[in-house]
């Protein structure tokens, strides 16, 4: 974003602030708006990138040997892959789960075999609902400075350079 953000103020460099930060709204309000329509649009319950990355793992844990250990951990076996995952506390001995939050071929082999939505067990923030949020501001024009409701202790502080 940064090399964007440089591209685009290119020639607004040399703008009295006031000018470049209306320039840099503008670009922001632009970009917010354009990634809001997009996330609105999403008719997964993930987002894009999320269903896209957990995708292959359902291909790839297909026929899995799971068993129960207890009532919320399992052991899996896929070939010379093996976990321990527990979908309680959505973990698993890969650490794959753990870190990423996202569910690990383990885990969804798991959900499969405990008839659980896999779903259920992905981190809230790779949602569609989590993503509208991020972007369901709006990011408003300040507006001219003789319309500008500045306090007058804002305006009583003397600021040295």
């Known amino acids: 974003m940064v090399e964007s953000l440089n591209s685009i103020l290119v ?4 703008f009295p602030y006031v000018a470049l930060l209306d320039v840099i709204q503008e670009k922001m309000s632009k970009w917010w708006n354009d990634r809001r329509i997009v996330a609105m649009a999403i008719t997964t319950p993930l987002t894009p990138s999320q269903e896209s990355e957990l995708r292959p ?7 899995w040997h799971t068993s129960q250990l207890n009532p919320v951990t399992y052991h899996v076996k896929g ?3 093996k976990g321990v995952v527990d979908i309680f506390n959505k973990t698993c001995t890969c650490k794959e789960f753990d870190i990423d939050k996202l569910p690990c071929v383990h885990a969804v082999a798991v959900a499969h075999h405990a008839q659980v939505s896999v779903y259920s067990l992905v981190s809230p923030y790779y949602t569609k609902e989590y993503y509208v949020l991020a972007y369901g501001e709006t990011i408003y024009p300040v507006g001219s400075q003789s319309q500008w409701d500045v306090p007058n202790e804002v305006i009583a502080r003397i600021v040295l350079p």
């Open 79 to 81: 070939g010379e892959l």
């Open 11 to 14: 020639n607004a460099r040399d």
């Open 57 to 63: 793992r359902f291909a790839q844990s297909n026929g």
